[in-house]
């Protein structure tokens, strides 16, 4: 009976201890938010602003130079979105603006129904950047920049003349306007937090750096290379108008590799995640062109590896990160009954 | 988890920091009652009032699932979550463990649970693991909670089950999903599933009619259910299929209507990323509230105007249970306990008790 009721205190003592603050958590915290967190938004909002000055140029004066700069400067806020997205916490899960700035995997092709339901406005008013932002999240960001750019991949639609081109062109405008403002409300957000670390904001971190692994595996790798060579979805890959897939999940992975660096700056013997995530990224810069190609392929077997070394880098991170950062994470959104 | 009866045992620890100062001060306020697990897994059931202040604890052998109160009686049955084999009646004075139940050989729980009126029988959704047919357990808490028969729910994979305000129909959520412990909780039929509402006699355990979604909504899982006063039946869903889909995932049930999906609109519905964990009405019924964990929000649906009134962003948000008229206590994986007002321009408590990873389903343990 005594044993039942000091393993039972024992309980509730380690609940008390982990509520309470912790100067070394706070110091990991803190880091990963100055150090990744912050500095990525700001190069989000840096970009996205370079990326409207880039179609106004064009729509003002189109020309193939100002095209090729479009086209560039989508890639940039596009890169600096892979480095920032898996902080979904704090300023980005506010008004929703992680999913309005990028929709993504798409459903029932809403950003096609979108845009068409834009460009097919009977009222003619001009788009503006605040019109798109009280529109449907699937109007408001990326992919629908990356289909006014680049349409399928491969025939690439008319942004300029009169007439449709103009209103394509003056649309995609507006899109790159609004995504600037979320950007900048989401950078703004993070650099104007407040000091206090509460253990709230480190378990949402952990769960959001958990989640990332998850998101990869599932959404950005298996869902594109399925089973079989036969269940190969070269659709279902982030980004595949724009050529981008392979890029952004070596850019996720290596944001993945720079918290784990703060995480564990001293690597204690049973920690794994670094060299697990290490491994993956490796994998990830090894496979050149296009994962859906590669997994309809002869070397099939490489995009299975790059699948496997996420799967247990996520393993790892589900034991490690919390653990990191003194906190617990929820289980109910991926279990839940 | 399979538990065997001597490490279930081993594994009940009463009471665990009750605090009777506590328990005199919170009765003058609702209490709450939910499954939650600590950072080193233990896992437990506890007692709170609104702002998160424990009233009590009891330690569990393994994560449990719902917890449902036995009427005229100061107890609560806590069940294992599926495809657990066991469940514990505890005292909502002080956590105290009253009996310890397993699921005989050859079934196990679906997590869900309902007293009859008097309180004298429960009923346990359940899997016969033979043929995969779901079956309502009957247990008598007259009797040490003994197992005293069963019978159809009507479907597959009953999930939850709610008693109507007639006192006399049970409403059963088979969410269509054939499960069988050796593989856990995968799921065995996602090609073949077919969800249906039930609604049985309780008194002669006939079914009375059952309700399917449609051809189109196979894959929709129906799993959670809130009973309004006037016994309108709220439902929430689980999409089993694409991802590419966004099917309503939400739906009432009432005697003069039949099945009513609600239309809510398609940008709200992808945030709720085909996956609705719990619904509950609020004190008078004129908001339900659907949480969605995978999608990290909570959508409140204001019944009178047929359309969304808030659709709030909380992390692994999951457990929702009615606090006031117009306000929700709800429950998360990582962001603890907080109230949550229908009005879009009352926000949210601070969290509470974060601690604590809460688990899928919260339910208010005194009626005030």
Not at chain 2, 357 to 366: P, Y
Request: charged share 20%.
């Amino acid at each position: 009976m005594i044993r039942t009721i000091l393993a039972a205190l024992l309980v509730v003592a380690s609940g008390s201890a982990a509520a309470q603050a912790n100067p070394r958590t706070d110091y990991v915290f803190e880091r990963i938010v100055t150090e990744v967190v912050v500095p990525g938004f700001k190069s989000l909002e840096t970009a996205a602003r370079a990326h409207e000055s880039a179609w106004t140029a064009y729509c003002t004066e189109p020309s193939a130079v100002g095209r090729d700069r479009l086209d560039a400067s989508f890639h940039e806020v596009a890169d600096r979105w892979a480095s920032a997205e898996m902080m979904r916490t704090g300023p980005a899960s506010e008004d929703f603006r992680h999913e309005r700035f990028y929709f993504w995997p798409e459903r029932k092709n809403a950003v096609e129904r979108a845009l068409a339901a834009a460009m097919n406005g009977e009222d003619g008013a001009p788009f503006t950047a605040r019109r798109i932002g009280g529109e449907s999240a699937a109007l408001q960001g990326l992919p629908a920049l990356e289909r006014l750019l680049f349409g399928n991949g491969t025939d690439r639609p008319g942004l300029s003349g009169e007439g449709e081109g103009k209103r394509r062109c003056e649309l995609g405008s507006a899109i790159a306007g609004n995504a600037a403002r979320l950007a900048s409300e989401m950078n703004s957000g993070w650099e104007k937090r407040s000091g206090d670390i509460s253990a709230e904001a480190k378990a949402s971190l952990a769960t959001d750096l958990v989640t990332a692994f998850a998101i990869i595996k599932d959404t950005k790798i298996e869902a594109v290379i399925g089973d079989t060579e036969a269940d190969v979805k070269p659709r279902a890959a982030e980004f595949w108008r724009s050529g981008r897939s392979m890029r952004d999940i070596v850019l996720n992975l290596e944001t993945m590799g720079r918290v784990n660096a703060i995480l564990f700056e001293v690597l204690p013997e049973e920690v794994a995640l670094p060299a697990a995530t290490q491994t993956a990224i490796d994998i990830a810069r090894s496979i050149t062109g296009n994962l859906a190609d590669l997994a309809a392929g002869p070397e099939r077997s490489s995009a299975i590896l790059l699948r496997d070394s996420v799967d247990a880098a996520q393993d790892r991170a589900a034991i490690e990160v919390p653990a990191a950062l003194g906190v617990t994470v929820g289980f109910n959104s991926l279990d839940g009954d | 988890m399979v538990i065997d009866r001597r490490q279930l045992l081993a594994g009940l620890l009463a009471g665990l920091c009750s605090g009777q100062g506590a328990r005199a001060e919170a009765l003058k306020q609702r209490l709450f009652i939910s499954c939650r697990m600590d950072a080193a897994g233990a896992a437990s059931v506890a007692c709170f009032d609104a702002a998160g202040a424990e009233v009590f604890a009891t330690s569990l052998p393994a994560r449990g699932h719902d917890v449902t109160l036995r009427p005229f009686s100061a107890e609560a049955a806590v069940f294992a979550r599926r495809p657990g084999n066991w469940f514990v009646v505890v005292s909502t004075a002080d956590g105290r463990v009253v009996s310890v139940v397993h699921a005989p050989e050859g079934r196990h729980l679906y997590g869900h649970g309902v007293f009859s009126p008097d309180g004298n029988l429960l009923h346990v959704t359940e899997n016969d693991i033979a043929t995969g047919y779901g079956l309502i357990g009957i247990y008598d808490a007259t009797s040490a909670y003994r197992r005293i028969g069963e019978f159809s729910s009507g479907g597959i994979g009953p999930h939850d089950i709610a008693l109507l305000p007639d006192g006399q129909t049970l409403v059963v959520a088979n969410g269509g999903l054939r499960t069988h412990p050796g593989t856990g909780r995968e799921t065995l039929n996602p090609g073949d599933m077919k969800p249906n509402l039930a609604l049985i006699d309780l008194r002669h355990h006939d079914l009375l009619a059952t309700q399917e979604l449609g051809a189109s909504l196979r894959q929709l899982s129906i799993r959670h259910l809130a009973v309004r006063r006037d016994g309108l039946v709220a439902f929430g869903c689980q999409y089993e299929g694409s991802a590419d889909d966004a099917p309503p995932l939400l739906g009432t049930l009432s005697a003069s209507q039949g099945i009513a999906l609600l239309e809510i609109d398609e940008d709200v519905m992808f945030r709720l990323k085909n996956y609705v964990g719990s619904v509950a009405f609020d004190d008078g019924g004129n908001h339900l509230l659907a949480t969605s964990p995978r999608g990290g929000v909570g959508l409140v649906w204001d019944m009178a105007w047929g359309a969304v009134s808030r659709c709030v962003a909380v992390p692994d948000i999951c457990g929702a249970a009615p606090l006031a008229p117009e306000e929700f206590l709800v429950t998360s994986g990582n962001a603890g306990v907080r109230r949550l007002p229908t009005d879009p321009a009352r926000p949210l408590s601070a969290p509470a008790a974060i601690r604590w990873i809460w688990d899928n389903h919260l339910a208010v343990l005194t009626p005030d």
